[in-house]
């Protein structure tokens, strides 16, 4: 039996797990105005319906990149960008 980075598939499992690891990372008040999260080209994009909220966030995406990449124990990531 292959094993999942022979297959390619460790990545996207590891991008996965960094997305479903969002809302225990953010909270539940930052949960409330989360629209959507995906990662491209290791940055994971986190659409925010309150533009304070958005401008407040990006001062801390630095923390947010290694708590996420934490949970997951691989380097997904290498930033967070709030749009």
Known sequence: MR??????L???LHQKRL???WPQ???PAIMRYTLNTYIYNQTLYVRLSNPALRADLSMRRQEFTQKLNAVVGEQVITDVRFC
């Open 19 to 21: 997305v479903e690891s």
């Open 10 to 12: 460790e990545t996207p």
């Open 25 to 27: 990372v953010a909270g």
């Open 3 to 8: 094993t999942l980075r022979e297959q390619g």
